[in-house]
């Protein structure tokens, strides 16, 4: 017994050409894709004529668990990956305690199995409890499968330390995922430093603090060999540092968010810094930034999307602006956001979007997902690219509520979402 997909359109992600196709699903993996399967012996679900695509791959997000169960939990932040499409998310190692160690590893793996929605692939942080004084055991990590290492939250300030972390990783074949930001530049900086962080008295991040350390780690990844992928990127001299290092052939990659791409440092100024919920970091930036990253995931130099999902309770974004929380959620509305914002704009073709969500991460991670093939693992989303909905509060699967969108009307929802054979989202 299995599950046929009827009345579905597949999105051919080398032309951008829809086919009615349907998908029989055995077990956990793709069976048969041929324009008619007999249904006879299997279940059967009419997607009306909506869009099959791959499962969505987030290779940022924070769970928040162990220890910050408040904000959030392996079990509400993969509901909410479900509904946003992804089946496979990447999450951070910022927890408490740090998952620093292979018994918390696996203990990520243990919960997922209980209570996930989606394949969840932990990192490993690079320093023992992400202080940033003595490295972890990154072969016990692999070995307890961490997908790559990070410090994410804060960045490795200590040169040497990141050089033998980055050396010990290339030889592991492990990704050094860096949160780009030198400390003693950023300082206490809640926004981006400009014009609008002077004008409303409040200090500022500069973007030198995130490409200063790229460039650092550029020149260490070319020394030692390794994997290094950019966290987040926001700022233009960032996006030509990166640039720069693939034309020289450097293992090199990056990501970008969607509210990197849509917004600016204008959405404070409009609030007078007054709703802690535009104040994420890296910071939103100015115009000038926001062209070089979509001009970067246009032209390839970035590589893939990423959302780098932040919940935080109601209570802590309240706070003052300058001492609230950094973050944004984005699991559930991030494609949505992207196919209203580029696709529907005409920036951006939709098969090279969904590239950016499936192919492109997967290649980047060497994972075998993406694709939806016989005998490839039955992990997609069915997307409703035509119903317009206002992305609110009530709706929202995970625990935060701090976006800059609440409010926006979107299309591109996802109605259904398969992971590993199972259905782990089905809404309207």
């Not at 939990?73 to 990956?81: L, P, Q, S, V």
């Not at 496979?88 to 696996?106: G, H, K, Q």
Request: glycine share 10%; hydrophobic share 40%; proline share 4%.
């Amino acid at each position: 017994m299995g599950l046929v997909l009827k009345n579905g359109r597949l999105l051919n992600l080398e032309t951008g050409e829809r086919e009615a196709l349907e998908i029989l699903i055995v077990g956990e993996s793709i069976a048969e894709v041929a324009e008619q399967i007999d249904a006879a012996d299997h279940e059967t679900i009419d997607l009306n004529g909506n869009l099959i695509l791959p499962g969505f791959l987030d290779m940022h997000v924070h769970l928040r668990q162990p220890g910050f169960e408040a904000k959030e939990t392996i079990e509400t932040g993969t509901a909410a990956a479900a509904r946003g499409g992804f089946t496979t998310v990447a999450c951070m190692p910022n927890t408490r305690p740090v998952l620093d160690s292979p018994e918390l590893i696996r203990y990520v793996y243990e919960k997922t199995a209980q209570e996930g929605s989606c394949t969840v692939l932990p990192y490993g942080a690079i320093t023992k409890g992400e202080l940033g004084e003595e490295l972890t055991d990154i072969a016990g990590l692999k070995a307890a499968g961490v997908i790559g290492i990070t410090d994410d939250g804060v960045g490795v300030q200590s040169s040497s330390l990141m050089r033998e972390a980055m050396r010990t990783a290339a030889a592991l074949d492990l990704p050094v995922v860096i949160h780009s930001e030198d400390e003693d530049l950023a300082k206490d900086g809640c926004m981006n430093e400009g014009v609008v962080s002077k004008r409303l008295g409040l200090p500022g991040i500069p973007g030198l603090a995130e490409s200063a350390m790229i460039a650092r780690d550029i020149l260490l990844a070319e020394d030692t060999g390794a994997h290094l992928h950019v966290c987040h990127i926001s700022d233009a001299a960032s996006v030509e540092l990166v640039r720069h290092a693939k034309s020289r052939g450097l293992k090199v990659t990056t990501e970008v968010t969607p509210h990197h791409l849509l917004l600016t440092e204008a959405i404070i100024d409009q609030t007078d810094a007054s709703d802690a919920n535009m104040k994420v970091n890296p910071p939103i930036r100015t115009e000038k930034d926001r062209l070089a990253c979509l001009q970067g995931l246009l032209d390839g130099t970035i590589d893939m999307v990423a959302t780098d999902h932040a919940p935080h309770t109601e209570e802590e974004k309240q706070r003052p602006f300058q001492t609230a929380p950094f973050g944004f959620v984005g699991l559930e509305i991030a494609f949505p956001l992207l196919y209203t914002e580029l696709v529907q704009t005409g920036h951006l073709p939709l098969h090279e979007l969904v590239k950016k969500f499936t192919v492109n991460p997967a290649q980047v991670f060497k994972l075998d997902r993406g694709s939806l093939t016989v005998g490839k693992v039955a992990d997609l989303t069915v997307v409703d690219l035509d119903t317009e909905r206002t992305i609110t509060g009530e709706e929202l699967k995970t625990k935060g509520r701090n976006t800059p969108f609440m409010g926006k009307t979107v299309q591109g929802w996802s109605v259904l979402t398969i992971n590993q054979g199972r259905i782990t989202y089905q809404g309207k």
